[in-house]
């Protein structure tokens, strides 16, 4: 579940990034600046980065050289590095692993993917499927384990996705060539589907 960061006192917007470092060093969970929120997301669980690893898994035997999967990479807002969203994976170029950088712009990612957490609210979906669109990220790939569902939003433009495909567990994902083509999503498992999880 991500949740707006509450703080006591008022931190200014050139210090988010500050204050953001600080909040993922000492609590360990990751934090991002959507639209000038701190935005905090609990550690994710086994089972989410397990669906991360899956798709990653899934989608580099096939993508173009030029292409990498990465973790742990945050995409900028046009002109606002101090406001970026971290998906829980990235298709960029290849040449970003001999950069410095820890943000991709986001014209330069090919597919941003989103693994929906399970005490997520739509409210922030939406709110970060626009943000996607704003900054013109070309796809975002949400997949959802709670309902075994995944949406590919394609098309950005005046801060909305002008293309969506909807489909389920099972149904692959439609991915042009130099990103592997279509991506089977079978396999994949559900929040909740064993004991315990």
């Known amino acids: 579940m991500t949740i707006p960061a509450r703080h006591p006192i008022p931190v200014r917007r050139g210090r988010l990034r500050e204050a953001a470092a600080k909040i993922e060093q000492a609590a360990g969970a990751r934090v991002e600046i959507i639209?000038?929120?701190?935005?905090?997301?609990p550690s994710p669980s086994g089972k989410?980065?397990?669906?991360?690893?899956?798709?990653?898994?899934?989608?580099?035997?096939?993508?173009?050289?030029?292409?990498?999967?990465y973790e742990n990479v945050?995409?900028?807002m046009l002109d606002d590095p101090d406001d970026y969203s971290t998906p829980d994976l990235i298709l960029g170029p290849r040449a970003f692993k001999e950069e410095g950088s820890w943000l991709l712009n986001a014209d330069a990612v090919a597919l941003a993917v989103?693994?929906?957490?399970?005490?997520?609210?739509?409210?922030?979906?939406?709110?970060?499927?626009?943000?996607?669109?704003?900054?013109?990220?070309?796809?975002?790939?949400?997949?959802?384990?709670?309902t075994?569902?995944?949406?590919?939003?394609?098309?950005?433009?005046e801060g909305e996705y002008r293309g969506v495909v909807h489909g389920k567990?099972?149904?692959d994902v439609p991915l042009p060539e130099e990103l592997g083509g279509d991506l089977s999503t079978?396999?994949?498992?559900?929040?909740?589907?064993?004991?315990?999880?």
Do not use: C
């Open 74 to 76: 945050s995409v900028p």
């Open 148 to 157: 075994g569902t995944w949406s590919l939003f394609t098309r950005p433009g």
């Open 48 to 69: 989410h980065a397990g669906i991360v690893i899956d798709l990653r898994d899934a989608i580099r035997p096939g993508v173009a050289a030029e292409y990498e999967a």
């Open 35 to 41: 639209s000038g929120t701190l935005m905090i997301s």
């Open 114 to 146: 989103e693994v929906i957490s399970p005490n997520e609210r739509l409210k922030g979906i939406n709110e970060k499927t626009a943000w996607y669109a704003a900054a013109g990220v070309s796809r975002l790939l949400q997949v959802d384990p709670r």
């Open 169 to 171: 567990y099972g149904e």
């Open 186 to 197: 079978s396999g994949l498992p559900l929040y909740g589907s064993r004991p315990g999880s």
